[in-house]
C-alpha cells in the first residue's frame, strides 16, 4: 500500500518565480515574424524591431489581467446553470514605465515622435493631437529565474496589442516621473491568437513539467479554437 508521500505528487523544483523581466515592443509590421522560440540552445532569442521599455518599478512589475465574461442557460428543476458560455476573453498586460526615452513617450501619449527634430540649443517638443490615433503593436516579456546553466526563461508573446489605458502621472519630489500603460490583447489574423506562452532555456526541465521530451516536435500544439 502506497504512502501519502509517494502519492502526493509535490514537486517544489517546478515552483517558479520571475526574478529579472523585460518587456520589448515593436510597432506592428504586416511582415513581422511569428515567434515561437526565446531560446535557440546557445542563447537568447530576441527578434529584430523589438526594443525594451527598459526599466519599470518593481513593485508592479508586469501585471498580467484578464477579464472573462460567461452567458448561462438556465433550466427548470435545476439551481444551478445546466450551460456555460465563454462570451469573452481579455488578456492583457499593465506596466509603470521609469525611462523617459522616444518609445516610453510614445506609448504613454499615444504618438508616433518618428518625425520629432532636436533644434540646436538642445530642444525638442511634440504635440499631442486632438483625436489620437490608434496605433498597434506587438509585445515580447521576457523573465527569467536562475543563471548560466540553470536558467529558464518565460516569454509572453502578444501578437496585436493596443495601449488602451494610461494611469496619472505624478511630479512629485518623492518618486520619479513614471509612464503607466495597460496594453490590451486582440487576435491577430495572420497567427490566429491574442496571446502565446513560451518557456524555454538550459535549465528547464519539460518532462517534469508534463511535455514531451526535447526534440519529439516542432514545440508548439497549442489548443485549437
Known sequence: MATFNEVKGHNRNLIRKTLEMSVFIKVYEDDDEEITQVWDGTGLVVPTGYNSVGLVTKSDGASWTREQSTSDTESMGYAEPTRRDITSDI??????????KRQTLELYHGVDLAGVTVDANGNFYFDRPSRPSVRRYRVLALGKEGDGPEAIYLARWLPNAQVTENGEQAWVEETEIQYPATLTAFTDDKFGTSFREIWGG????????????PGTGGGGGGVEG
Open 91 to 100: 488578456t492583457g498586460i499593465s506596466i509603470v514605465m521609469q525611462e523617459s
Open 202 to 213: 538550459p535549465g528547464l526541465d519539460a518532462e517534469a513539467m508534463g511535455f514531451p521530451e
